[in-house]
């Protein structure tokens, strides 16, 4: 495993488990005073990841972990990639899709964990955010990849209109000055963190085990 691959694989449960259950809002309204017409709220607003269509573009070994977790909390899940075959995608509990427009349109819950590419970039815009389906627990992405895959434009724009109803993401365009740069930042159901997907106390000491290791084998101990 990379040495960060379990840190962005709990990162994107953790972005998933909270655009399903509200949790950012839920605290801001016991905060406020609001305890029972959040939690009567809840009722009608949240939902259950197990059951739903989960679509992970990319499938490396982030995205081989979190789909490990998805499908234990029951989700059912699907991948694409170039490098994904039917072969590797049903060992890891998977279905392939050919295209992002496929894994688009069967999924009301999508994660963006690929590389940033001429192929990729640029590559998640309106058109295939009106290709989910409308599932009565909304359409939800998820970007724990990089910068310049989503469309910050176009996902704003859908997030304003209903089209999407929740976009996380650990990643922008524009670090770190996505605040005054990005037009996500005035949308509804945005919810962000500044690119620590691989920010734990064991991800960076795997890193500094890997570098040490590299160092040695270039000095030949």
């Keep these: 495993a990379g040495a960060s691959t379990r840190a962005v694989a709990e ?14 809002g839920a605290d801001a309204a016991v905060r406020a005073g609001d305890f029972a017409a959040r939690k009567a709220a809840a ?3 949240a939902h259950e990841l197990g059951g739903k269509r989960l679509g ?25 990639s170039p ?25 009301s819950h999508v994660v963006l964990q690929c590389a940033l590419t001429p192929e990729t970039a640029g590559l998640v815009g309106a ?3 009106d290709a989910m389906p409308r599932e009565p627990c909304g359409r939800h992405l998820v970007n724990v990849a990089r910068g310049g ?14 089209a999407l109803d929740s976009y996380a993401t650990d990643v922008f365009d524009d670090e770190p000055n996505c605040r005054e740069t990005s037009p996500l930042f005035a949308s509804p159901n945005l919810f962000s963190t500044p690119h620590v997907g691989a920010a734990t106390r064991e991800a960076q000491d795997n890193v500094a085990v890997l570098i040490a290791d590299r160092v040695m084998d270039v000095v030949g101990a």
Excluded at 11 to 24: E, F, K, N, P, V
Excluded at 149 to 162: C, H, K, N, R, T
Aim: aromatic share 2%; glycine share 8%.
């Design 11 to 24: 990162l994107t449960i953790g972005h998933l488990l909270q655009l399903a259950r509200g949790l950012a």
């Design 83 to 107: 490098s994904a075959t039917a072969e590797k995608a049903a060992a890891a509990g998977c279905a392939l899709c050919a295209t992002p427009r496929e894994l688009f349109e069967r999924s």
């Design 56 to 80: 992970i573009l990319g499938f490396g070994r982030i995205a081989t972990e979190t789909a490990a977790v998805c499908n234990a909390l029951g989700m059912d899940v699907a991948v694409c």
């Design 127 to 129: 058109d295939l955010i």
């Design 149 to 162: 895959i989503a469309v910050e434009a176009d996902v704003a724009a859908a997030l304003a209109s209903g």
């Design 43 to 45: 009722a009608k607003t």
